[in-house]
């Protein structure tokens, strides 16, 4: 029995990296509303290497009475590559600024966000460069006076990004 199920570890372990979405160097321009739920957020991805990537977010808003800005970063760290999909383990950290004015006092409120959890990364057979992503874990905030840590990614529709992947320039 342990040998059958090493041949079949073996096997998936091939396969899986042959129809690999491989996104070595390549740079993805796009959205994500991860960081803060409220607010989405201009993102930057790159992939060092098949493993691991890099996500940068900033986010604004600028209203009469309200400023809100977001940024942050995450590192992913593929462990799952299938064809048209890429699992991979996350970590994040970012800032929410919160600006208020009610007549003329103005209150500002800093929350720190972490995160850490599961991405998952969707290729649609027709686009090959187009990525919808999506995430779960847990999120741990702290700021204005309050504390919270909880899970996130409730819903595909409230922590969703879309990136174009450029196409790396031949040498």
């Given at each position: 029995?342990?040998?059958?199920?090493?041949?079949?570890?073996?096997i998936l372990?091939v396969?899986?990296?042959?129809?690999?979405?491989?996104?070595?160097?390549?740079f993805?321009?796009?959205f994500?509303?991860?960081?803060?739920?409220?607010?989405?957020?201009?993102?930057?991805?790159?992939?060092?290497?098949?493993?691991i990537?890099?996500?940068?977010?900033?986010?604004?808003?600028?209203?009469t009475?309200?400023?809100?800005?977001?940024?942050?970063?995450?590192?992913?760290?593929?462990?799952?590559?299938?064809?048209?999909?890429?699992?991979a383990?996350?970590c994040?950290?970012?800032?929410?600024?919160?600006s208020?004015?009610a007549?003329?006092?103005?209150?500002?409120?800093?929350?720190?966000?972490?995160?850490t959890?599961?991405?998952?990364?969707?290729?649609?057979?027709?686009?090959?460069n187009?990525?919808?992503d999506?995430?779960?874990?847990?999120?741990?905030?702290?700021?204005?006076?309050?504390?919270?840590?909880?899970?996130?990614?409730?819903g595909?529709?409230?922590?969703?990004?879309?990136?174009?992947?450029?196409?790396?320039?031949?040498?």
């Amino acid at each position: 029995m342990k040998k059958i199920a090493g041949i079949i570890v073996i096997i998936l372990a091939v396969t899986s990296s042959v129809f690999a979405k491989d996104l070595t160097g390549r740079f993805g321009a796009g959205f994500n509303s991860e960081l803060n739920g409220n607010l989405t957020s201009l993102s930057a991805k790159y992939w060092l290497n098949q493993t691991i990537g890099l996500q940068g977010l900033a986010g604004f808003c600028f209203a009469t009475n309200l400023t809100i800005f977001d940024v942050g970063t995450k590192v992913y760290c593929n462990f799952l590559s299938e064809e048209n999909m890429n699992l991979a383990f996350l970590c994040g950290a970012g800032l929410d600024i919160n600006s208020v004015t009610a007549a003329t006092v103005t209150t500002t409120t800093t929350t720190f966000r972490a995160t850490t959890g599961i991405g998952f990364e969707y290729f649609l057979a027709g686009l090959p460069n187009l990525g919808f992503d999506t995430q779960l874990g847990l999120v741990f905030s702290s700021g204005g006076g309050t504390t919270l840590f909880g899970t996130t990614g409730a819903g595909f529709s409230s922590a969703v990004g879309l990136h174009y992947y450029f196409v790396k320039g031949s040498k």
